[in-house]
């Protein structure tokens, strides 16, 4: 289903082109590792024909190759890249992803100049400092230090706060107060005092303490910014590797189109391996389509002329021609993704956790700010001494935990996750999954490994039909093939698509494939199975399962250990359901359910006050996964339970269930071990300020020791610990 | 005391300078593929620029 698949594919719908007719194309290369491999891969794309220029990113593993014309083969790409032998896909032109860049390049260069402010203005008010301790500084040349520290932070102060002034801004005119209205006002207000005092000649500015606030808060900016960055290439990255390619037939000619571009009546090319792109009805062809992603069924269904298909299902065995009777957006898929978007929007309505503190704090430190004002003015102080002390109340609260602990916290979760195979789309995310108390499981291909595997055969049956089952790419052939280990291959073969395969072992005729294929008549099923029998013998039948993943009764019992109730929901019927959760140790399953009563059941579950998440892969999880609490995809899920899902594990075990939630846990343990030390430290500090006590250089050192504590504590070891 | 006049100002454009060279950087796009030019240095044939630089 990549290019890689395809082969011949028309591919000019990934090409990004200008009026003249340049076009930039992007590629998606695994495999380069070393200055070798781009050598390779550069030189050679760089030969073709057409082409100006390549470019392999090692570090997103991105290949941009500039195309001079139309004359250029965007396909002749893919292929020179896969005869290399790298694994290539064309990667969709996004300008979303740009903007993504230029945001991380405006904080990173807010967070340069904040920085060069912070360091420089030190060269004056470290100086100034000393003079506040009666060391030899007059007067006159303390005002001097000053003028030369608001000459440096000044303009830095201003450029470097864009971020949190823009937002500030953004969120006041909703009418509501975020974090970045206190830091707005404290460092505007700062500057302002600060200005005032150095024309009047007094002891207290504060332009180190506007500069270093902002470079600490842009440094979790920057790391939240990180965090959703890595997190969304990474996503884009699976669905390039499942290109949105369907391909048209016009006439006699195949070609690529964006399946969002595909018309009801458009005759469509399935080869065996793709996917459904839209719903339609068979025209021509015999093949058998695996469901399993979008009802959880895992028994394959044969399809021939004039069956309906449901965008989704894999095509198996045999090419089809199909004609769409749906467009993409108005296919089985329309139905769940309303419910997925009903589920995303009341999980937007989650508050994180800094959100809530700041929803506390901010009005708090409002009201304590003007209350030193106004209180200090009415004992008599004047009103320049109220406004000072305002400004320092303001500052030594600056929410640093809030701002640059909880990104920490969560940048170091994601990456120790990272490592795990675990990728974490938002920080919100591991929030909502730390508070998790209920799991449910689907059955096919989360607890299950997704594939069959043959059952209770005898040695010898297995043996005499292997021959067969060696030369047959069908699925269950080839679970056949794998009990039987190497051996000889039959000859002669002829594999009828959707049906089964025909051959030659010693000499004597063989079938093997489905059971009227076989010769077996009036055989009903629900089981999956093949049969197997030499002309005029007795036909022998074999059946397949899903297996549970290997570690899935472990994961399972290590889940209940955390105190996590756990439950099964499957699309499957009720055997194979109810012997996959007693396997695996667990006693609350459903089976046979639809897309709808999956997510009606989370919902039920939601209002018993229970948080669930939910694991799933398949379409018929999707709307499940967007609406639970927190949700844990696979890494060979759909696209759209991926999408749905918070987090999506890549690798082999359930393991990384367990390991998630441990770290979110941890996580949010540290989070709220930051928030306590900075109300601690607020209920110091505060009171302080107010009173007159804090000097700049106690405003300086308190504020820059509190954010280090809350950053230390983020990022100290001991994630291990459950 | 009035060496400060001259030396503070020097001390606050070398810090300038090293933050439009950091800018320059930014903009360049050398921050966008550590892993690569790590590696291309190593080979006097690859091409050191970013495509993204040389095409705009």
Not at chain 1, 258 to 286: F, H, I, N, T, Y
Not at chain 1, 324 to 350: K, V
Not at chain 1, 413 to 439: P, Q
Not at chain 1, 561 to 569: F, K, M
Request: proline share 4%; net charge neutral; aromatic share 6%.
């Amino acid at each position: 289903m990549t290019a890689a698949v395809a082969g011949h594919r028309d591919l000019e719908a990934f090409v990004r082109r200008d009026e003249a007719g340049k076009g930039r194309l992007e590629l998606l290369v695994t495999g380069a590792r070393c200055a070798a491999c781009i050598g390779k891969i550069e030189k050679a794309v760089r030969e073709l024909p057409g082409v100006n220029g390549a470019r392999l990113n090692l570090t997103t593993g991105k290949l941009a190759v500039d195309l001079t014309g139309r004359a250029a083969d965007p396909d002749r790409v893919v292929e020179t890249v896969e005869g290399l032998g790298y694994r290539a896909c064309l990667f969709d032109p996004s300008e979303a992803a740009a903007a993504q860049d230029r945001e991380g390049r405006d904080l990173a260069i807010a967070l340069g100049v904040a920085g060069f402010g912070a360091g420089n203005v030190m060269m004056f008010t470290v100086p100034a400092w000393a003079g506040l301790f009666g060391q030899e500084l007059n007067a006159p040349t303390l005002t001097v230090m000053y003028w030369m520290a608001a000459i440096v932070a000044t303009p830095c102060a201003l450029f470097a706060g864009r971020p949190f002034f823009r937002s500030a801004w953004a969120s006041v005119k909703r009418g509501k107060a975020n974090m970045d209205v206190p830091i707005s006002i404290g460092v505007i207000l700062t500057l302002i005092v600060s200005f005032s005092e150095t024309i009047l000649g007094g002891q207290h500015a504060y332009f180190d303490a506007a500069v270093t606030l902002l470079f600490l808060l842009l440094i979790g900016r920057y790391l939240d910014h990180r965090l959703r960055a890595s997190a969304r290439s990474a996503a884009r990255d699976l669905l390039a590797l499942q290109s949105p390619v369907a391909m048209r037939l016009q006439g006699d000619v195949e070609r690529g189109v964006p399946v969002a571009e595909v018309r009801v009546g458009d005759r469509l090319v399935l080869a065996p391996g793709d996917r459904v792109p839209v719903d339609g009805k068979v025209e021509s062809g015999v093949s058998e389509l695996d469901n399993a992603l979008i009802t959880g069924e895992t028994a394959l269904v044969p399809v021939e002329a004039g069956a309906m298909l449901h965008a989704g299902a894999l095509n198996l065995s045999g090419r089809l021609v199909m004609t769409a009777t749906a467009r993409s957006e108005d296919s089985t898929l329309a139905a769940i993704a309303r419910l997925m978007e009903a589920g995303t929007q009341s999980r937007s309505a989650y508050v994180r956790l800094a959100d809530k503190a700041a929803a506390l704090y901010v009005p708090i430190v409002h009201t304590a700010a003007a209350l030193t004002f106004v209180g200090v003015w009415a004992l008599g102080m004047g009103p320049r001494e109220a406004l000072l002390r305002a400004a320092a109340v303001l500052i030594v609260t600056c929410p640093c935990a809030l701002g640059l602990a909880v990104p920490a916290v969560q940048v170091a979760a994601s990456s120790r996750l990272f490592r795990r195979g675990v990728l974490v789309k938002s920080g919100a995310a591991l929030e909502r999954l730390s508070e998790v108390d209920h799991i449910v499981f689907d059955k096919t291909g989360v607890l299950t490994q997704g594939q069959p595997h043959l059952i209770d055969a005898p040695r010898q049956v297995i043996a005499m039909a292997a021959p067969l089952a060696r030369a047959s790419r069908h699925p269950l052939a080839r679970a056949l093939a794998a009990a039987a280990g190497r051996g000889p291959v039959a000859t002669d073969c002829v594999e009828t698509p959707g049906q089964g395969v025909e051959g030659l072992i010693d000499g004597r005729r063989a079938r093997l494939g489905r059971a009227s294929f076989v010769g077996v008549h009036a055989h009903a099923s629900h089981e999956t199975e093949f049969w197997f029998g030499f002309e005029g013998d007795t036909k022998i039948r074999f059946t397949f399962e899903d297996q549970p993943r290997a570690d899935a009764a472990k994961a399972i019992a290590d889940l209940r250990r955390l105190g996590l109730s756990i439950e099964v929901l499957s699309g499957d019927l009720e055997d194979p359901v109810g012997r996959i959760a007693r396997e695996v140790g667990i006693d609350d399953w459903r089976a046979g359910l639809t897309p709808f009563e999956k997510s009606e059941i989370i919902d039920g579950l939601k209002a018993q006050g229970r948080k669930v998440l939910m694991v799933g892969d398949g379409l018929n999880d999707a709307a499940a996964l967007a609406r639970a609490h927190a949700s844990m995809a696979p890494g060979a899920a759909v696209d759209a339970a991926q999408n749905a899902a918070d987090l999506v594990f890549t690798g082999e075990d359930l393991g990384a269930v367990t390991e998630a939630i441990a770290v979110a846990r941890t996580s949010r343990r540290r989070a709220l071990e930051n928030f306590g030390f900075s109300a601690l430290y607020n209920l110091v500090a505060t009171p302080a300020a107010m009173f007159g006590l804090i000097n700049p250089f106690i405003a300086a050192l308190a504020m820059s020791g509190s954010s280090i504590v809350v950053l230390l504590n983020a990022v100290r070891p001991g994630w291990r610990r459950r | 005391m009035n060496i400060l006049l001259f030396l503070a100002p020097a001390s606050v454009a070398l810090g300038a300078m090293g933050l439009l060279a950091f800018l320059w950087t930014m903009r360049a796009g050398q921050y966008d593929d550590p892993k690569g030019a790590a590696e291309r240095v190593l080979y006097d044939h690859l091409e050191d620029l970013p495509l993204s630089t040389k095409a705009e």
